[in-house]
């Protein structure tokens, strides 16, 4: 069982540039996330979904944009890179009966490490 | 005022002794409180979740929650080098009308040999 599969692990992007991470979960779970946290700091919620074909944004969306087209993928999109986009990025999915907050178990990917210069 | 406040650290503790890392979070109507582990480099993990008032003891890991002085800690007892990381506590609250995980800022631990 892969879990929660991020990547790239590491990138490093040139102010202005695009891309997208990647984040695959294989435990059919309904529930996705990304977080990013920023050296020292804990983690804020940027996007997060609830199924396929819905996303909603958390305390930190701007510059950002997401999509859920399967159950299993759900990329982030950075638009227009900025320096303090510099940060590691988690991706986490949590139960299929979408109980994050009775249980608060969230598994996440190993991180995608991602610095704009 | 931060939704949940924890200290950053460093916190160090000698191997063996006990290891309290404490919490404040400012929204009355959360009702669910976590405790996570990082360890440098890489993701965090859920070691310990509470609900109730009072005390949750899991091994050498005991959670404590006291909802009138909105405060939720963690004990580690008989500390070891391998508990050296930083713990993020976390708690469930409201973004964007939605009820979603909220982590404070996290503590690092450092137990000494």
């Known amino acids: 069982n892969a879990g929660v599969t991020q990547t790239p692990k590491f990138r490093i992007l040139k102010i202005g540039q695009s891309m997208t991470l990647q984040c695959a979960q294989d435990m059919n779970h309904n529930y996705m996330y990304w977080y990013r946290q920023d050296p020292g700091m804990g983690l804020k919620l940027i996007y997060y979904?609830?199924?396929?074909?819905?996303?909603d944004k958390g305390e930190v969306p701007n510059g950002y944009n997401v999509s859920r087209s399967t159950t299993e993928d759900f990329p982030l999109r950075l638009e227009l890179a900025a320096p303090s986009q510099t940060s590691v990025y988690f991706c986490?999915?949590?139960?299929?009966?979408?109980?994050?907050?009775?249980?608060?178990?969230?598994?996440f990917g190993e991180g995608s490490r991602l610095t704009v210069l | 005022q931060k939704e949940v406040e924890q200290n950053s650290g460093p916190l160090s503790v000698p191997e063996g002794a006990i290891a309290s890392l404490n919490c404040t979070y400012s929204?009355?109507?959360?009702?669910?409180f976590f405790w996570y582990r990082q360890y440098s480099g890489k993701s965090p993990e859920l070691i310990m979740f509470i609900y109730s008032n009072g005390d949750k003891e899991d091994g050498r890991f005991t959670a404590q929650l006291n909802k009138a002085s909105q405060y939720v800690s963690l004990l580690i007892r008989d500390s070891q080098p391998s508990d050296s990381a930083t713990y993020l506590c976390?708690?469930?609250?409201?973004?964007?009308?939605?009820?979603?995980?909220?982590f404070g800022q996290g503590t690092r631990l450092t137990i000494n040999p």
């Open positions: 986490a999915s949590s139960y299929p009966d979408g109980r994050p907050m009775n249980t608060g178990e969230l598994f």
């Open positions: 929204d009355r109507g959360s009702q669910s």
């Open positions: 976390a708690v469930n609250g409201f973004i964007q009308g939605a009820q979603k995980l909220v």
């Open positions: 979904s609830v199924g396929a074909g819905i996303t």
